[in-house]
């Protein structure tokens, strides 16, 4: 069967090859060389999440349960691990909610999720700070 009119024409363009002249510069989306695209599962960072939260709880609670370890540079120490805990809580957080919409087994509307995401960015940038401030403060009282 022949393929006839503009189909030709359509059909005849899409096989036929470009010419062999060299783009003057990259196209706007492009700046360099393709990057791979790495695939990790969700699971992972959840269980890591989970990890680094039962950690620094252990921390906090060796801290304050041993009397040999209050001076200041285990309070520092202590609020490191807070701080901590409250990045990995919130990306905890923020992983179990995009697991659960995801899953179809949480509903909510496109401006409660943009919400929380707002607040658990701004929970996780504040606890950065925080505990870059602790980490500073550690390497000063050392």
Excluded: W
């Excluded at 060299?22 to 960072?45: A, H, I, K, M, Y």
Aim: proline share 7%; aromatic share 4%.
């Amino acid at each position: 069967m022949s393929v006839q009119g503009p189909r030709r024409r359509l059909l005849g363009s899409l096989n036929s090859t470009p010419p062999a002249t060299p783009p003057l510069r990259p196209p706007t989306n492009q700046t360099g060389p393709q990057c791979l695209e790495v695939s990790v599962p969700d699971g992972l960072f959840l269980s890591l999440g989970l990890v680094s939260v039962l950690e620094n709880v252990l921390v906090v609670a060796a801290i304050a349960k041993n009397r040999n370890l209050h001076s200041p540079m285990y309070y520092f120490i202590c609020c490191l691990a807070v701080s901590d805990l409250l990045v990995s809580g919130s990306n905890v957080l923020e992983m179990a909610v995009l697991l659960l919409l995801e899953a179809g087994a949480l509903a909510a509307r496109a401006a409660v999720v943009q919400q929380l995401d707002d607040a658990v960015a701004v929970l996780v940038c504040g606890a950065m700070v925080s505990s870059l401030c602790f980490l500073g403060a550690i390497a000063v009282d050392r």
